[in-house]
């Protein structure tokens, strides 16, 4: 899963220094025109995971990996017929 872990806010090596210099060392796997795409869809996986054990920001991160998930399929599989998609809130 790359380096889909370093994207995720809550990690310190969220840093763009990071990524660049892991680009300097190992290049970008192909198709390198898919790479962000790729990382943002392998981040989803860990702000899931984050947002289930970290209840006091769970709720943002999980809106985050939400959007994620909205943004690639409205880019790879777009659905022409829905105005807004927005997390569904659950009872307490």
């Not at 995720?8 to 898919?34: H, Q, V, W």
């Not at 990996?65 to 909205?70: P, S, T």
């Amino acid at each position: 899963m790359e380096v889909g872990m370093w994207r995720c806010p809550y990690n310190k090596i969220s840093s763009k220094i990071y990524t660049k210099t892991y680009f300097r060392l190992y290049g970008m796997s192909d198709p390198a025109e898919e790479w962000e795409d790729r990382n943002r869809m392998y981040s989803v996986y860990y702000n899931i995971i984050y947002s289930i054990n970290h209840t006091t920001n769970g709720k943002s991160v999980r809106q985050l990996a939400f959007d994620d998930i909205a943004y690639l399929v409205d880019k790879y599989s777009p659905l022409d017929n829905v105005k807004d998609i927005s997390i569904v809130e659950t009872p307490e």
